[in-house]
């Protein structure tokens, strides 16, 4: 494997295991609003941001409900969600010894800053990362990851070969890959992955430090 001195992970579905907080939110959001989701609330869900996941929840064209439902969404998550949100088994292991392997950490996702930061603080993660870049870090929020990759690897003059992009979804790897960044999937997460759809997997954080040790 190639060496990668800097480590850029996404957090959904990747570290944590958000899918509890998250639809145990969005179920009482609609619980509230006396309304039925338009689509089932399972694991599918997680990964993109608030607004289009509401949306689809929603089923219909009306900016004044959608508004209100994902500003119902904010405090909520941060009590019931967070508190619902796990981080992976082996996570907080893999991250320490990556650390003390030398690797720079970064974080990039979909995922709102402020739940990020709370969750970060939450696991004690918080020295792991050089930083961390959320959906809404900048306003306007970014439009989709690829740019939010793009930001980082500037912001910090980077070399996309010396990096190595790690997440649960494609949409991550079309993200990696736009920014011509080396991928591994996540296997453990919420997406589904072939034998042959990427040659740099994971099939459990365990796994993680010891196959990036010499890489």
């Not at 957090?11 to 619980?31: C, K, M, N, Q």
């Not at 941001?49 to 439902?69: R, S």
């Not at 890959?177 to 996540?186: G, P």
């Not at 099939?203 to 010499?214: C, R, T």
Request: glycine share 6%.
């Amino acid at each position: 494997m190639t060496m990668y001195d800097t480590l850029i992970f996404d957090f959904d579905g990747t570290l944590i295991d958000s899918a509890p907080g998250i639809l145990a939110t969005y179920t009482e959001v609609f619980t509230a609003a006396g309304l039925q989701t338009a689509v089932p609330l399972d694991q599918n869900l997680i990964g993109p941001p608030l607004v289009p996941t509401m949306a689809k929840l929603l089923g219909h064209d009306d900016p004044e409900l959608l508004a209100k439902l994902v500003e119902d969404f904010k405090p909520r998550y941060m009590s019931t969600g967070l508190a619902k949100t796990p981080a992976y088994p082996g996570a907080d292991a893999a991250l320490r010894d990556l650390v003390q392997q030398g690797k720079t950490l970064f974080i990039a996702t979909n995922k709102r800053a402020e739940p990020t930061l709370a969750l970060l603080e939450k696991f004690g993660w918080n020295d792991h990362f050089r930083a961390v870049y959320c959906i809404d870090t900048l306003q306007p929020a970014y439009p989709d990851k690829t740019t939010m990759l793009r930001q980082l690897l500037a912001d910090y003059a980077i070399s996309p070969a010396q990096c190595l992009y790690i997440g649960d979804t494609h949409g991550d790897q079309i993200a990696a890959t736009n920014c011509d960044m080396a991928f591994m999937a996540a296997l453990w997460g919420y997406d589904h992955w072939t034998e042959t759809e990427t040659p740099v997997r994971c099939a459990q954080l365990s796994e993680l430090a010891p196959k990036l040790a010499a890489a």
